[in-house]
């Protein structure tokens, strides 16, 4: 069985998404990503994944994948049949690939991060002035498209669907994109999609009782 290391509501729930999607039974362990903490058993996580960092899949031959891009293309091809990715060879799987790194990059590593992880002492202007502009870009291409790549929903969208719900945390309302918080809405009608996130919150809430 596929094992997924995560920390609720952080990168990883892309990737929770994308299992529920693909129908995948997985086994979930919570990684406290400050703690570095493993808390089914209080083992050490960086002896999991020395980069300390969700997600982590564990593949049914106990190698380890780590990095969103990675672990979401796995995850869609471990059941093509669910159309989560655009087969190999296709254009659309570079495009996919495009939105997973301008995602994994200009909106998680380049806002969500700093603003989280930073202290805001004025540092963060920049990063804060530049993702408005960075937003115009998946705003603009989803306003006439109901989903990032082809007519069908894949782990771009998983991924997306969890960058946006962390940007209204982050202090950006995201009302100001109309496309995109139609398609914010439209992700969340999604069974998987609304029961992913309703775990999560859940654990989130619990960890913070
Ligand atoms: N490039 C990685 C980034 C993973 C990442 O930064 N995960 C965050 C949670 S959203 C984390 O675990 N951070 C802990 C740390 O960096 O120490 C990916 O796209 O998966």
Not at 109 to 124: A, N, V
Request: aromatic share 10%.
């Amino acid at each position: 069985m596929l094992q997924l290391y995560f920390f609720p509501m952080a990168c990883s729930l892309s990737s929770r998404i994308a299992l529920m999607e693909a129908g995948i039974e997985a086994q979930y362990h919570l990684a406290h990503i400050w703690t570095k903490q493993v808390v089914d058993d209080g083992s050490d996580f960086l002896g999991v994944s020395p980069k300390g960092a969700v997600p982590v899949l564990v593949l049914e031959n106990g190698e380890r994948l780590t990095e969103s891009a990675a672990v979401l293309q796995y995850i869609a091809d471990a059941k093509p049949e669910r159309g989560l990715a655009p087969r190999p060879g296709d254009v659309d799987r570079y495009r996919l690939q495009e939105w997973l790194s301008f995602i994994g990059a200009e909106i998680h590593k380049g806002f969500l991060f700093p603003t989280f992880w930073y202290k805001d002492d004025g540092s963060l202007a920049k990063p804060r002035g530049r993702i408005t502009q960075t937003l115009s870009v998946p705003s603009a291409h989803l306003a006439e498209r109901e989903f990032l790549v082809g007519d069908s929903f894949t782990v771009a969208d998983a991924h997306l669907t969890w960058a946006l719900l962390l940007l209204r945390p982050a202090g950006v309302d995201i009302a100001q994109w109309p496309p995109l918080s139609a398609y914010l809405g439209r992700m969340q009608t999604r069974p998987a999609v609304r029961e992913a996130i309703a775990t999560e919150i859940a654990l989130r809430k619990a960890m913070a009782a």
